[in-house]
């Protein structure tokens, strides 16, 4: 089960960061990502990380602006996202999937309910 945190209305140029708690299977396993959804649109994919977190992949449309990062002892994985701009307003989604990072979304094993991320102008 994922469990993300941390959405909410935010000012452009302002940052946030999101958690996302999981629980009942063994984290250090799985690689993790965040996609986002804004209405109107496909699922758009943000960034991904491995299970020991040495290697990281990014969307263009977020590199050098978000960080994912986890830590394994406390089972959470984290989007810091800086320099947020009004058209980064969507659902964001933490995913999980048994093996290598990857950037497509059907790959992903299991999938949270989403927080919403409103980026006012």
């Known amino acids: 089960q994922l469990v993300e945190s941390g959405g909410g209305l935010v000012q452009a140029g302002g940052s946030l960061r999101l958690s996302c708690a999981a629980s009942?299977?063994?984290?250090?396993?799985?690689?993790m990502g965040w996609f986002r959804q804004a209405p109107g649109k496909e699922r758009e994919f943000l960034a991904a990380?491995?299970?020991?977190?040495?290697?990281?992949v990014y969307s263009d449309s977020v590199k050098g602006r978000f960080t994912i990062s986890r830590d394994n002892a406390k089972n959470t994985v984290y989007l810091q996202m800086n320099s947020l701009k009004p058209e980064d307003t969507a659902i964001y989604y933490c995913?999980?999937?048994?093996?290598?990072?990857?950037?497509?979304?059907?790959?992903?094993?299991?999938w949270g309910q989403g927080t919403q991320v409103t980026v006012s102008s």
């Open positions: 995913v999980a999937v048994l093996g290598a990072v990857t950037t497509y979304p059907y790959d992903y094993d299991y």
């Open positions: 009942g299977g063994t984290f250090s396993r799985y690689a």
């Open positions: 990380i491995s299970w020991r977190g040495g290697n990281s």
